[in-house]
């Protein structure tokens, strides 16, 4: 059960979570009497690393760079495509291989400048020859691999850009006019308009005349921090505070009504909650901010009409080494080669842990649903439904009558250990339930071992792990985003990605066919890509994660979806 009052919350968002999740007021609405101080204050946990799109990371800065940069398409609140810069959705060859893109004619920088066809290719060649975190979003586009092994950097790439050295010239992208931008694909991927319409990141366009005066650092400054969005930077405080402004005139719909946005670094939960309360932020849990699930259930009655919850784009698992071979040397006693046997004992794995009792003892029944309906979260494409999962049950005797069949002695479920890394809050509390879980439900003692990320993530690329925590945050509403990275051949298995080693025929010819087709046709085979997945017993599900934020009753349009925080240009500040 979810705190008293947080129940309700929760079961009303359950129903809207595959549109999105607002505090109310519709976009682009006009109360009556708007507060005369359109300023609206929220904490971040850390200063920024980057503004820069061809560089942005996390989720934070992400949040607050798709206020400042657009690309030719965008996803709208229901996670839709649709056009932005672009006039119009891109036309599509018979082949699949060639997209035009007619641009709007009315697109301005924030310091004036018109956007062309011409900053288009500027900023894509950039992101990807710059090999920035999300560059790979571009790398359907013809010669992709070879400026993406470009080694200048800095203003020596951006010598060979302002030239248009081919080296850093991505060979498919080119311009008829001043506003018809042509992409040709090196093969059919149905998946690429999401992946540039994902905001904040590699398909946002940058103004090359602000890039160049410091091609490192533009984005530091506000008077070169010029993108198309609604607001600029005005001020910063390093490790303090960001001001936003609205830009007048903004060439988009709906104009924002916001002057500014402020913005404090708060590193501590409980402080910036204690803030909200007293007035001093109009809400909490925008930018990534993690709202603690102590801090959720202790929410006064009378605030707690200002919660809200929603399931958001991360999914965790837990990996079995499914392969023996000189290559992945931990080979363990759930491997694919072992057949049968291996398989009962990776269900019986599953089917052991107590889902619901796992997200009421780790997640307060706040930050964390149960992963019911497959890989991916409910929301997002390719989700098979609620409880459709057959890995999700928790069925403890049929998993010790699995757990004696397939391993009689206990031999091979002897001296198993599950190895995580303990940075991310959730891994320690859920390595220690799973613990108890498995010798409680299955009479197996399995050791827990921690190891630093970095170190963690190279030893668990290279097999030397039996058993180890495992998860996936979405870039874009797209299952290629899932299928094509986590596992299979097609994602080079293994790669910074691919963890457990997973790789069949079947499902490496479906997921390349599901990677190559139009959205509606490949969602019903990336289900099937899921599905055998779960007759193989490739993973064990656990759950999805839950974003708490918390907004003042007179802040309207605000909210989220999956994958983000709803635009400042939507959000009002009513009279109070």
């Not at 495509?81 to 291989?97: F, Y």
Request: glycine share 8%; aromatic share 10%; charged share 20%.
């Amino acid at each position: 059960m979810l705190p008293t009052g947080a129940a309700r919350l929760f079961g009303a968002l359950g129903c809207t979570v595959l549109v999105a999740c607002s505090n109310g007021g519709p976009v682009g609405s006009s109360p009556t009497a708007l507060a005369g101080d359109q300023t609206l204050r929220f904490p971040i946990q850390q200063d920024l690393s980057t503004l820069d799109p061809a560089m942005i990371d996390n989720a934070t800065e992400a949040a607050i760079g798709q206020n400042l940069f657009d690309g030719l398409l965008k996803f709208d609140a229901n996670l839709n495509v649709v056009p932005d810069i672009a006039a119009a959705m891109p036309s599509i060859s018979s082949d699949g291989l060639t997209y035009t893109f007619k641009l709007r004619e009315d697109v301005k920088f924030s310091n004036a400048d018109r956007v062309t066809a011409k900053d288009v290719l500027y900023s894509w060649n950039r992101a990807a020859a710059m090999q920035g975190p999300f560059a790979t979003n571009l790398s359907a586009i013809s010669g992709y691999d070879r400026v993406s092994a470009n080694q200048a950097a800095g203003a020596a790439l951006e010598a060979l850009l302002e030239k248009e050295d081919p080296a850093v010239t991505l060979s498919g992208l080119s311009a008829l006019d001043d506003h018809t931008v042509v992409v040709k694909l090196s093969g059919a991927a149905g998946w690429f308009s999401s992946a540039i319409a994902q905001p904040s990141v590699a398909g946002m366009v940058v103004d090359q005349q602000a890039v160049k005066s410091d091609f490192d650092s533009w984005w530091k400054k506000p008077a070169t921090l010029v993108g198309t969005g609604a607001f600029k930077v005005a001020a910063h405080t390093q490790d303090k505070s960001y001001d936003f402004a609205a830009v007048a005139d903004w060439w988009g719909r709906p104009k924002p009504t916001l002057k500014t946005v402020h913005v404090d670094v708060v590193a501590d939960g409980q402080a910036a909650l204690m803030k909200y309360q007293q007035g001093g932020f109009e809400l909490l849990g925008y930018g990534g901010y993690t709202v603690p699930a102590g801090a959720v259930a202790g929410i006064p009655a009378a605030q707690k009409g200002q919660l809200l919850l929603a399931v958001k784009n991360k999914s965790y698992w837990v990996s079995f080494n499914l392969v023996a071979d000189a290559k992945r040397p931990a080979a363990g006693p759930f491997t694919l080669d072992q057949g049968k046997a291996a398989r009962d004992l990776r269900l019986a794995f599953s089917i052991s842990i107590d889902r619901a009792k796992l997200v009421t003892e780790v997640c307060g029944n706040v930050t964390c649903v149960p992963a019911t309906g497959g890989v991916i979260p409910k929301g997002l494409l390719g989700y098979l439904g609620d409880a459709s999962d057959p890995l999700a049950v928790f069925d403890p005797v049929k998993a010790r009558t699995l757990l004696l069949a397939a391993d009689p002695t206990g031999a091979k479920s002897k001296g198993l250990v599950y190895v995580y890394d303990p940075e991310n809050p959730f891994n320690d509390p859920v390595a220690k339930f799973l613990q108890a879980q498995w010798l409680a439900n299955l009479g197996v003692t399995v050791r827990l071992q921690t190891a630093p990320r970095t170190r963690f993530i190279a030893e668990r690329l290279a097999g030397n792990y039996v058993l180890s925590r495992d998860g996936w945050s979405a870039d874009y509403n797209h299952p290629q985003d899932w299928f094509d990275n986590l596992w299979g051949r097609v994602a080079g298995c293994p790669d910074t990605s691919c963890t457990s080693g997973y790789d069949t025929r079947a499902y490496d010819q479906l997921v390349a066919k599901a990677d190559a087709e139009p959205l509606p046709t490949s969602i019903p085979d990336y289900k099937t890509l899921n599905r055998q997945l779960i007759d193989d017993v490739a993973y064990v599900p656990l759950f999805y994660t839950v974003d708490a934020f918390l907004f003042k009753p007179y802040v309207l349009g605000a909210g989220s979806n999956n994958m983000f925080d709803y635009w400042w240009n939507q959000i009002q500040l009513i009279s109070h």
